[in-house]
């Protein structure tokens, strides 16, 4: 993976820059001592790392706005980072960058149950917004596995989801406003708390934008009443043929569980040894969560129980309290902790059509036969998001290349099925030199020119998203 080189002239400028970083942000925390930035120089995508110019730790939007003057002044490139969760290295910086940190950004400035919002800081993590206001009965829906540690503003950079997102959407469907701190500090407010805001509907365009558009300081977020019950149950299967299918059945008849996911045996093997759920020992299993009043609940059980029955499962285990329920999600929510254990792992996320799914997942282990890999599966099937997990000796730089080389071959899959590069981990570094697999070079001019527009100088979150040969004359430029 190739990084454009630092700006030697901003690299000889370093202590000119962090003492005027100093001098605007009244307090809040600039890191720029070689020992303390190396704990920013990567993201969760650990095997590309650089140390930035500069750390800034801001506490409100007047200092994130502060330290972007200085950065546009200074022509200064600035990575925007929340809590550095990112599987696509979307955080990761150039050494000539400053990185604007989130994480001293973490209040919530209001709640309004009767219109049902919540607005945050953005570098509040999103288990924590859940955690302010579950007293009262609420909750906000878009869970990613990380949510103990992500932080809002990445979910929104990210546009993440969950395994819940099947039914209440991801982050761009729990969004009402946001604001936005542009390149040169300007601070805009985008939508706010009300279901639709008046004149153009910038919001979708800023939710996912990984960061090329502004840095996201606040968050105005829908929030929901929490259902009455919840159930899951676990479905076992001797193929993933059948578990797809099942999938797919269960969509087509027009079902909406809360979530539905997917793991394969060399996941629930991993997850087994780790957590102990006291999985089956099966080739594929699914966990169908259903919610609302014990009618509804029971009602949708059936159905899904008829359904599964076409496809000869070997066990179908209803929970029976909230204990079976918890064991049964254990295991999947021990997944990437269980399969870290084992060995190194790139986790892909592609997406595909949930009828694609058991002709995607053959070719996938096809696939991985011919590269000489393992690759376990565990994934939001309902929406047919894929995550598989490349497992490989990340101290053998050819298993490294072999990895990323299956990884690409198996994500150009999902784009030929009729899927996308990304469902919710974003572009970021890892897959930048695929858009041009799913993008023609018109429509990647045309994104290119909504960066433009926000970022005239190319200098937010640089060289990530674009191919770097079509952005390099933008890069340059700047
Ligand atoms: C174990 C594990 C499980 C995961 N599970 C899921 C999952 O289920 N679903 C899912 O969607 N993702 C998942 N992720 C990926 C990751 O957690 C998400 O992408 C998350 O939203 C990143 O949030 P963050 O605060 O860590 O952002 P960071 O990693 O710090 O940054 C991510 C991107 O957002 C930009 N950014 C960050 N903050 C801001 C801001 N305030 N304004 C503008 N841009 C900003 C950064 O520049 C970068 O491009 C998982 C990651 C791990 C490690």
Request: with cysteine; aromatic share 12%.
């Given at each position: 993976m190739d990084m454009p080189a630092p700006d030697p002239r901003i690299l000889a400028r370093k202590a000119h820059v962090a003492a005027r970083l100093r001098a605007a942000l009244d307090g809040a925390r600039v890191i720029d001592a070689p020992q303390d930035v190396i704990a920013y120089e990567c993201d969760a995508l650990s095997a590309y790392a650089c140390p930035p110019l500069a750390v800034v730790l801001p506490e409100t939007t007047a200092q994130v706005a502060a330290a972007m003057r200085v950065c546009h002044e200074e022509g200064v490139p600035v990575v925007p980072r929340g809590s550095g969760t990112s599987l696509v290295g979307g955080a990761l910086p150039t050494a000539d960058a400053v990185v604007i940190g989130l994480s001293a950004m973490t209040a919530v400035l209001e709640t309004d149950f009767d219109n049902r919002f919540i607005r945050v800081?953005?570098?509040?993590t999103n288990l924590s917004v859940t955690g302010a206001i579950e007293a009262q009965g609420f909750f906000y829906a878009p869970d990613p596995s990380s949510q103990l540690a992500c932080a809002i503003g990445g979910n929104i950079a990210m546009n993440s989801g969950g395994?819940?997102?099947?039914?209440?959407?991801?982050t761009v469907n729990n969004l009402l406003g946001v604001t936005l701190v542009l390149a040169d500090g300007t601070v805009v407010e985008i939508g706010g708390p009300w279901m639709d805001a008046p004149g153009i509907d910038l919001l979708p365009v800023i939710c996912g934008s990984e960061g090329q558009f502004g840095i996201v300081t606040e968050a105005v977020l829908r929030i929901v009443p929490r259902p009455e019950g919840a159930r899951p149950v676990l479905v076992a299967f001797d193929s993933a043929e059948a578990a797809g299918a099942t999938v797919s059945a269960i969509i087509r008849a027009g079902l909406l569980p809360v979530a539905v996911e997917y793991m394969d045996r060399p996941c629930i093997r991993a997850c087994e040894a780790h957590a102990?759920?006291?999985?089956?020992?099966?080739e594929a299993m699914l966990i169908i969560e259903v919610e609302g009043a014990e009618p509804e609940i029971a009602a949708q059980i059936a159905a899904i129980r008829a359904i599964a029955a076409r496809h000869a499962p070997l066990e179908f285990r209803e929970a029976r309290d909230a204990d079976e329920a918890a064991r049964i999600w254990l295991g999947r929510k021990a997944a990437f902790g269980a399969m870290g254990r084992i060995a190194d792992y790139i986790c892909l996320d592609g997406v595909i059509p949930v009828s694609a799914l058991p002709q995607v997942l053959a070719r996938t282990a096809q696939l991985a036969a011919e590269y000489g890999l393992e690759v376990a599966n565990v994934f939001h099937a309902g929406d047919g998001n894929l995550h598989p997990l490349i497992l490989f000796n990340a101290n053998d730089p050819d298993d490294l290349h072999r990895a990323e080389a299956l990884g690409a071959d198996i994500l150009r899959l999902c784009v030929e099925a009729g899927g996308c590069l990304t469902g919710e981990h974003g572009v970021g570094v890892e897959k930048r030199d695929l858009m041009e697999v799913q993008f023609a070079p018109a429509d990647l001019e045309a994104q290119m020119r909504v960066k433009d527009v926000f970022d005239p100088h190319w200098r937010?979150?640089?060289?990530?998203?674009?191919p770097l040969h079509l952005s390099a004359a933008r890069r340059g430029a700047a």
């Open positions: 800081q953005a570098g509040r395994a819940h997102c099947l039914k209440y959407g991801v102990r759920a006291g999985y089956p020992d099966c937010l979150n640089p060289a990530k998203v674009f």
